[in-house]
C-alpha cells in the first residue's frame, strides 16, 4: 500500500505526516514546493485501501490493484492532484441539490458468484432513471462514433454499465460528464444487453467472467496478474516502476525453465540422424 509522498523537490521518500508538516510549517516554501498544507491534507484524506473488490478495480489494470494491496511505495504529490481536483469537483456537485430524490455517492454492494464487489455512483436520479458520473481529465473524449456521438472512454463505459447492475434501482441512462480546465462535455454511454441477440454483445456476466474471477483468484491465491499494457503505463500509473521491475523477474524466469537437452538425449538424437547409414545401424544395434 502507499506509504507516504516522494519529495517533489529533494526527492526524498517520507510519511505521509511528514510531508503535511513541512508544508505547515512553511518550511517547504523554502524550497519551493508548489503544495499548500490544505492540498495535501486534501490527497492524504483520498487515500484509503478498499478491502473487497471494487468496479474500478475490475474495470482498471489487475495488476496494479495487486501491487497496491501486496508492495509497499511512495508516490509524488503530483500524481494525487487530480484526484484531489476531481475531489473538489465532486463536493461542490454534493452541496447543490437540484433533484429531490438525488443519490450521491451512495455505496453499494452486490454479490455475484459469491464475489461481493462494491461501488460508488456519483450521482443517480432515479425519477428520470439517470446514472451519471463526473470525471476531471486533461482533456475530454473527441472521438466520435458511426452515430456522430462522442464516446466516453472505453473503461469509464465499463465501469458506468457496472454500476448499472450494480444498484437495485431501474436505469436508462448513463452519462460521463467530463471536466477539464478548458471544457466540459457530456457523454451518453450504451447499455450493455440483458438478453444479447449477438455472441459479440458484451454483457455484465460475460464481462465478470473473463475479468472479476483472474482478478479474485490472483488476489486470493497471492499471485502476480500477468502483464498486459494498456493507456495508463507509460504516464499515468504509480507503481509502474515495480511492475516493470516485476515483469523483468518474470521474463529472467521463465528463460530459465526452459529444459535443456540431457547428454543422453543428445545421443539419441545423433543416432537417429545417423540411422539410415550403415554406421548409424550398427550403433542402434549395439
Known amino acids: 500500500m502507499v506509504k507516504g509522498f516522494i519529495c517533489e523537490k529533494t526527492k526524498e521518500k517520507m510519511a505521509f505526516e511528514d510531508c503535511l508538516e513541512c508544508a505547515s510549517t512553511r518550511l517547504n516554501r523554502k524550497l519551493d514546493c508548489p503544495f499548500d498544507e490544505a492540498v495535501i491534507i ?7 485501501l478498499k478491502k473487497n473488490i471494487s468496479v474500478t478495480m475490475i474495470s482498471g ?30 463536493q461542490i456537485m454534493e452541496q447543490v441539490d437540484l433533484h429531490s430524490d438525488a443519490i450521491k455517492e451512495e455505496k453499494f454492494i452486490k454479490e455475484w458468484e459469491g464475489i ?23 482533456s475530454v473524449p473527441s472521438y466520435l462514433n ?8 472505453e473503461n469509464h463505459r465499463t465501469q458506468l454499465n457496472l454500476y448499472r447492475w450494480l444498484i437495485p434501482q431501474e436505469i436508462e441512462t448513463l452519462e460521463v460528464v467530463y471536466f477539464s480546465m478548458e471544457e466540459t462535455r457530456i457523454c451518453p454511454v450504451d447499455l450493455w444487453p440483458d438478453n444479447p441477440k449477438r455472441k459479440t454483445d458484451m454483457t455484465v456476466d460475460r464481462y465478470l467472467e473473463e475479468n472479476l474471477i483472474p482478478l479474485k ?47 543422453n538425449q543428445k545421443k539419441g538424437a545423433k543416432i537417429g540422424k545417423d540411422i539410415g547409414t550403415k554406421k548409424g545401424r550398427a550403433k542402434a544395434s549395439a
Not at 486534501?42 to 484509503?48: A, S
Not at 490472483?218 to 511492475?243: G, H, K, V
Request: glycine content about 4%.
Open 217 to 263: 483468484m490472483a488476489l486470493d491465491s497471492e499471485t502476480m496478474p500477468p502483464y498486459e499494457r494498456n493507456w495508463s503505463c507509460q504516464d499515468f500509473c504509480d507503481l509502474s516502476d515495480i511492475c516493470f521491475q516485476e515483469l523483468k523477474k518474470e521474463i529472467m524466469a521463465a528463460r530459465l525453465r526452459v529444459v535443456k537437452p540431457k547428454k
Open 116 to 138: 461481493e464487489i462494491s461501488g460508488t455512483p456519483d450521482l443517480i436520479i432515479p425519477s428520470q432513471k439517470v446514472l451519471k458520473d463526473y470525471k476531471t481529465s486533461k
Open 42 to 48: 486534501g490527497m492524504i484524506f483520498n487515500q484509503t
Open 61 to 90: 489494470c489487475h495488476r496494479s490493484v495487486f501491487i497496491g494491496r501486496h508492495y509497499d511505495y511512495y508516490i509524488k504529490p503530483r500524481s494525487l492532484y487530480w484526484a484531489f481536483r476531481g475531489q473538489i469537483a465532486h
Open 146 to 153: 458511426k452515430d456522430g456521438k462522442v464516446l466516453a472512454w
